[in-house]
């Protein structure tokens, strides 16, 4: 059975992944990857950059760029590690906390209404299915190897 690209192609246009971008909270128009930003350091208790960066798999050049972006958005704020000057600790600010909890919930209510054409059975399903794929995917060494 060859597998079709065709099926990941259209998934990634349903969930928006192509849009330049993602979200619009208040006036605050949000990036794929600063949604994918926000959601880690909101997720992660008191990261680095670098952890950040790792988790998502960015090199730290680019994700830097876009920590500057969310701190004049006043978004994110960064703080000198107490044990260590050098590495900057992320968290959000009450703005950033508001934007990343709206998407949040814009999420929760797409997946919801995803899911909500599907039987209990299904839903597993494709749940387990996904954790499955997520799992060999990150056993690959073909492409990225994000740390989740």
């Known amino acids: 059975m060859e597998i079709s690209r065709d099926i990941f192609h259209v998934l990634t246009r349903r969930f928006g992944l192509l849009n330049k971008n993602c979200c619009t909270v208040g006036n605050f128009e949000i990036s794929l990857v600063q949604s994918h930003i926000l959601y880690e ?14 988790t998502l798999a960015m090199d730290i050049t680019t994700f830097s760029r876009q920590i500057q972006t969310l701190v004049k958005m006043e978004l ?21 906390k508001f934007v990343a909890t709206s ?9 919801e209404e995803v899911f909500s054409h599907m039987n209990e059975f ?3 399903t494709v749940l387990r299915s ?19």
């Open 41 to 54: 350091i909101d997720k992660q208790k008191e990261p680095s950059m670098q952890q950040i960066a790792d």
């Open 76 to 96: 994110v704020k960064k703080t000198p590690s107490p044990l260590d000057k050098r590495v900057s600790i992320l968290s959000l600010t009450v703005q950033g």
């Open 103 to 111: 998407i949040d919930h814009s999420m929760n209510a797409y997946l």
């Open 122 to 124: 299904e839903k597993e």
């Open 130 to 148: 996904l954790q499955l794929l997520n799992d060999c995917m990150a056993k690959t060494s073909v492409c990225c190897t994000p740390l989740y």
